[in-house]
T-cell receptor, first 114, second 115 residues
Framework: AQKITQTQPGMFVQEKEAVTLDCTYD???????LFWYKQPSSGEMIFLIY??????QNATEGRYSLNFQKARKSANLVISASQLGDSAMYFC???????????FGAGTRLFVKA | EPEVTQTPSHQVTQMGQEVILRCVPI?????FYWYRQILGQKVEFLVS????????KSEIFDDQFSVERPDGSNFTLKIRSTKLEDSAMYFC?????????????FGSGTRLTVV
């Protein structure tokens, strides 16, 4: 069965510093996509970044990068130069190529301190 | 930027009542989804819909739930007889061709409160 694990329920980071949010996944499939979503206190879900299982390079989107280590089955999100507006819940997620559903981790709440 | 629109943003209903949550996906998208998030918990897949039929559903999506694309633009989730445990945020999402493999565009959600 597929599973996403986020072991950090909450994280603090100083404004302008970088922070890494951890995510490990479990699947026996070889073809899948990994994602990070941001959920601010307003409640909407915002897509941040995607990594395909066959992508050799780590994905980057502006200040977000995904540190993909396939052998370790980890897909950590790195946010560089944190901003106060980055304070939110962050969800790691996975979709298998052969299916339609995405499974989500429990989330990490990030607090950015001024 | 195109967006997925959900209405209403908040709905309160009495236990046992039927409720319909409405979504307008992005116009050229082909795959549609419903997810729910019970307060403070993880986001859970309910159902995916493609080519006018359910392509996959979770064990949560029992006979109390149904989905419909009645007119080519709306995508609805109906809960026939609501229970207290149906209280959650319900998110609609849509994707173009890739079945969510490159990320969803989510709507802003409908918060359903069953009393």
């Amino acid at each position: 069965a597929q599973k996403i694990t986020q072991t950090q329920p909450g994280m603090f980071v100083q404004e302008k510093e970088a922070v890494t949010l951890d995510c490990t996944y479990d699947t026996s499939d070889q073809s899948y996509g990994l994602f990070w979503y941001k959920q601010p206190s307003s409640g909407e879900m915002i897509f941040l970044i995607y990594q395909g299982s066959y992508d050799e390079q780590n994905a980057t989107e502006g200040r977000y990068s995904l540190n993909f280590q396939k052998a370790r089955k980890s897909a950590n999100l790195v946010i560089s130069a944190s901003q106060l507006g980055d304070s939110a819940m962050y969800f790691c997620a996975m979709t298998l190529t052969g299916g339609f559903k995405t499974i989500f981790g429990a989330g990490t709440r990030l607090f950015v301190k001024a | 930027e195109p967006e997925v629109t959900q209405t209403p943003s908040h709905q309160v209903t009495q236990m046992g009542q039927e409720v319909i949550l409405r979504c307008v996906p992005i116009s050229n998208h082909l795959y549609f989804y419903w997810y729910r998030q019970i307060l403070g918990q993880k986001v859970e897949f309910l159902v995916s819909f493609y080519n006018n039929e359910i392509s996959e559903k979770s064990e949560i999506f029992d006979d109390q739930f149904s989905v419909e694309r009645p007119d080519g633009s709306n995508f609805t989730l109906k809960i026939r007889s609501t229970k207290l445990e149906d209280s959650a945020m319900y998110f609609c999402a849509s994707t173009l061709q890739d079945r969510g493999l490159r990320g969803y565009t989510f709507g802003s959600g409908t918060r359903l409160t069953v009393v």
